[in-house]
């Protein structure tokens, strides 16, 4: 039985020193999707005689596959073609029937894949299924890791059990939040408060903990009208953003206000506690209490995690909270991405920090990180790093 071949692009012969191309764009399509889950994003270009015949990316979880838009878009034009796609065919069916079907009964000569898929339904399966119909099929190795950049969240929670984490902050030049009196709106401008809806739309849930909702009263929803977004992509978007991400509490001795903006707005909440819960009512219907294992007298953060990837199926997640809880994600190492927006203005020294890390004694206690992204947003700028 025919084997699916590996290469690097510098391993590339001159027929096919194109490939690198249709594949960096199946890739940027797949980052069209705001938010798939909990599917993968996923791009697909067709390409017959170096000419793009189709495209595709899958939009949402219930609407088509990136395979099934491009097959869709070439038309007739899809038989013998070159499929270039960034993550594995799917070989089972789910909402939507198996993709490497799709391909098969299309008649493309070959396909082309960044990664393998990790989804144990899957992994390999649908490499397998279109190699037994005839189809050869290559692995550009070197688009892997934008492959998995491009929809990290499915890849963890697939391979390790929990959602890729976002921690976002929010701070002045000195790095201070808020003022001495709690005062903190708004630090940051309104592109940054703009490009944080971009950040929520795209998680699964959204982290706070119960200081924050006590003190500021938050919202944590996802406000289309907010997005920078044309309406292009507003109307392609549609179902992703008709769905909020789960609003999580982590609320260990239950002392959520009935009241509060979080729990009367759309969507589902979550309220995580150290329990018991016998006391607990819900106030609403979309509000439920779940007991989670305790860390000290806190709520398990990694428990939380775990539940919300196995019990929810959440593969990003955003956290909005204070210095506290922020500080310990961060502690524990939970943190895939920090995201820190900086206004350029001076709050004073007797103003509140960004983080409450202390002990570090020496430099080589420090917390270290790497700056992936930096760019200005209107008047501030937003940096991205990762823990090295």
């Given amino acids: 039985m025919k084997t699916m071949k590996k290469i690097r692009n510098d391993e590339l012969d001159p027929a096919i020193i194109d490939w690198p191309v249709y594949m960096r764009r199946a890739i940027d399509l797949a980052g069209n999707s705001i938010n798939a889950s909990p599917n993968p994003r996923v791009g697909c270009v067709l390409v017959m005689n170096q000419e793009i015949v189709g495209e595709g990316w899958h939009v949402a979880a219930g609407e088509a596959h990136a395979e099934v838009m491009a097959l869709h878009q070439a038309g007739d034009k899809a038989k013998s073609s070159i499929a270039f796609v960034s993550l594995e065919p799917c070989s089972h069916t789910g909402r939507t029937g198996p993709c490497s079907d799709a391909l098969i009964a299309a008649g493309v000569s070959q396909v082309v894949i960044a990664c393998i898929d990790p989804n144990p339904e899957v992994a390999g399966s649908g490499v397998e299924k279109l190699l037994e119909a005839g189809i050869a099929v290559t ?15 499915y890849f963890k929670r697939r391979e390790q059990g929990v959602p890729y984490v976002r921690c976002k902050l929010a701070m002045s030049l000195d790095g201070r939040t808020a003022l001495a009196n709690g005062e903190s709106k708004w630090i940051t401008g309104p592109a940054s408060r703009s490009d944080v809806q971009s950040l929520r739309a795209a998680s699964s849930a959204v982290i706070t903990g119960i200081e924050t909702v006590l ?15 044309h309406q292009e992509d507003l109307a392609r978007n549609k179902l992703a953003l008709s769905k909020q991400p789960l609003r999580v509490i982590l609320d260990s001795q239950l002392r959520t206000p009935a009241g509060s903006k979080i729990l009367a707005l759309p969507g589902e909440v979550k309220i995580f506690s150290i329990g018991p819960l016998q006391g607990a009512k819900n106030p609403a219907s979309n509000v439920e209490y779940l007991e989670a294992a305790a860390s000290g ?51 004073g020294s007797d103003a509140r920090s960004l983080l409450n890390i202390a002990g570090i004694e020496s430099m080589s206690d420090s917390l270290d990180f790497e700056i992936t992204d930096l760019r200005q947003v209107d008047s501030d700028i937003r940096v991205v790093l990762k823990p090295i």
């Fill in 139 to 153: 692995q550009l190795t070197d688009f892997e890791s934008l492959g998995r950049a491009v929809t990290p969240g």
């Fill in 297 to 347: 007298k806190r709520v398990s953060l990694h428990c939380v995690l775990e539940s919300l990837a196995s019990d929810f199926d959440c593969t990003e997640v955003l956290v909005e909270a204070g210095a506290t809880l922020s500080t310990a994600f961060i502690r524990a190492g939970l943190v895939d991405e920090l995201i820190i927006y900086i206004a350029p203005k001076l709050l």
């Fill in 215 to 229: 003190a500021d009263d938050p919202s944590l929803n996802v406000r289309s009208d907010e997005l920078n977004l």
